[in-house]
């Protein structure tokens, strides 16, 4: 699928989740608690999304799949970014 969000990030979903996370510490952070500390929370979820258990797991039984890594070499992996154009 290459359509919509999905020509701008192959997984928009798990961007989608770690963007939930920093808004959950952004608005915590407002509130008071100790966001130094906090912050732990959201950048080890954003990495286990983007590294461990989310989107480089799914990408290593993807790239199997017909014209897939076509589709990897012109889309972002995990941050929205315009999609490159073909040569």
Same mark, same amino acid.
């Given at each position: 699928?290459?359509?919509?969000?999905?020509?701008?990030?192959?997984?928009?979903?798990?961007?989608?989740?770690?963007?939930?996370?920093? $808004?959950?510490? #952004? /608005?915590?952070?407002?509130?008071?608690?100790? !966001?130094?500390?906090?912050?732990?929370?959201?950048?080890?979820?954003?990495?286990?999304?983007?590294?461990?258990? $989310?989107?480089? #797991? /799914?990408?290593?039984?993807?790239?199997?799949? !017909?014209?897939?890594?076509?589709?990897?070499?012109?889309?972002?992996?995990?941050?929205?970014?315009?999609?490159?154009?073909?040569?």
């Amino acid at each position: 699928m290459d359509r919509g969000l999905w020509a701008w990030t192959r997984h928009p979903n798990y961007f989608g989740d770690a963007c939930m996370w920093w $808004g959950i510490w #952004l /608005l915590a952070a407002d509130g008071g608690i100790a !966001p130094a500390l906090t912050v732990l929370s959201p950048v080890l979820m954003t990495y286990f999304l983007v590294f461990v258990s $989310g989107a480089k #797991l /799914l990408e290593k039984s993807m790239m199997k799949r !017909p014209g897939y890594p076509e589709y990897a070499a012109r889309t972002s992996m995990f941050f929205p970014l315009p999609p490159k154009r073909s040569s």
